[in-house]
């Protein structure tokens, strides 16, 4: 049960930047060095899953794109999470774009208020929830881990006793060359490498969220699509009773239908006459408009 909070923006319990920071970091196991560096939304979507599990589908979330559009879909999936949990919390989305310190440090102090009010003190893993990606890309605690990592000092001390065993006698490194050469082959074949594992969960990772935007896509294409036609319908069921009618309301009327792009009627727009073959030319060019536009989708 999600328990809403109203604050000010200025109370007297409200914490500095360099505490609030902090905790974002400390919370997340991220490397923000600003308050304005949240402004993607990426953080408030980790913080709202650490709250509600399975709240946010993280698999949609841009982590690190530098793209706008990438950020405001962030801040939509975050809202539409929020709708669906009951927070009434309005975000001003394109205030927090501009990246700006204020209005950032504002809506960060009533998270926290709202963070603590709904924690519960459970377990959790931030980095393994958003897939082991920096956050943000290239921030202080990035380059740590492939420090550690470095295979080199390993080789070395293996390496040095060999040239010791070679000198007393000649035929004795020509098996131990033999017997590590399958040993390397066997363990390559055996098991794929970590690398290539966690390379093929992105492909798979990646190629999901493709397909998915693929069928949001088709879907957006298939409502426009009966959007159109539902309006174009309506549109020729009005001409029709123009079109058997007179006076200046249906002149205007009409004129209003065979409105060019630029806002000119078209020559010739009268009332239809009283052998019905006015207005012909100009329906004819509406149905083809149409059908043109069907042809496009």
Request: glycine share 4%; with cysteine; aromatic share 8%.
């Amino acid at each position: 049960m999600v328990q809403n909070v109203y604050v000010s923006a200025v109370t007297p319990d409200n914490i500095s930047r360099t505490e609030l920071l902090a905790w974002v970091n400390d919370t997340l196991q991220s490397s923000f060095a600003k308050i304005e560096e949240m402004s993607t939304g990426t953080a408030y979507c980790l913080f709202t899953d650490v709250l509600f599990s399975a709240s946010i589908p993280l698999k949609r979330v841009k982590w690190n794109s530098k793209n706008e559009v990438d950020h405001i879909n962030n801040w939509k999936i975050l809202q539409t999470s929020w709708k669906t949990l009951g927070i009434d919390k309005p975000v001003p989305v394109e205030k927090l774009l501009k990246a700006k310190f204020q209005d950032n440090f504002e809506f960060l102090q009533w998270f926290k208020k709202f963070f603590d009010a709904n924690y519960d003190g459970h377990e959790y893993d931030p980095v393994a929830a958003r897939g082991g990606e920096a956050l943000p890309l290239g921030g202080k605690g990035a380059p740590k881990p492939v420090a550690r990592a470095a295979p080199a000092p390993r080789l070395a001390p293996a390496a040095r006793p060999t040239p010791a065993t070679q000198r007393p006698a000649t035929s004795q490194p020509a098996p131990k060359q033999a017997s590590i050469a399958p040993t390397r082959a066997t363990n390559g074949n055996s098991k794929p490498s970590e690398t290539d594992l966690k390379l093929i969960e992105e492909l798979k990772t990646k190629n999901a969220d493709l397909e998915a935007q693929v069928s949001e896509c088709f879907d957006s294409i298939s409502a426009i699509e009966q959007e159109r036609n539902f309006y174009f319908e309506k549109l020729r069921k009005v001409e029709d009773l123009c079109n058997a009618e007179e006076g200046d309301l249906v002149k205007k009327i009409l004129n209003i239908l065979y409105e060019t792009d630029n806002g000119e009627a078209q020559e010739g727009c009268e009332p239809k006459a009283e052998n019905g073959e006015q207005h012909t030319e100009q329906h004819a060019e509406l149905v083809a408009a149409h059908d043109d536009d069907e042809a496009t989708f």
